[in-house]
């Protein structure tokens, strides 16, 4: 979840933290100057999109050959596997915004 959070991070730019934390203050019911205006509205839905997205597309064959092979190997390797796993995920990401 912490990898999925860094991601999206990355794909909301400058401010991605105020940009969550905005839309999580607006789901939560914050006050009367957090209230949903159309660009929190905005914000959430590009949002879900990515989440919905990115759940859809789990099973890649590269990262499950990937991760049953991780425990056969030395602590060095898995650490190598982990970040090749990242960056698979990192380009479906990309294939989304295409």
Do not use: C, H, W
């Not at 860094?6 to 400058?14: A, N, Q, S």
């Amino acid at each position: 979840m912490a990898d999925a959070m860094e991601t999206l991070k990355g794909l909301l730019g400058d401010g991605a933290e105020d940009k969550i934390k905005n839309v999580m203050s607006s789901l939560s019911g914050g006050g009367g100057e957090n209230a949903l205006d159309q660009g929190s509205l905005d914000d959430i839905m590009q949002i879900r999109d990515i989440i919905s997205r990115l759940s859809t597309s789990r099973s890649d064959p590269r990262s499950n050959l990937l991760m049953s092979l991780r425990p056969y190997m030395r602590s060095s390797r898995q650490s190598s596997i982990d970040s090749a796993v990242r960056l698979l995920n990192l380009s479906k990401l990309a294939a989304l915004f295409r």
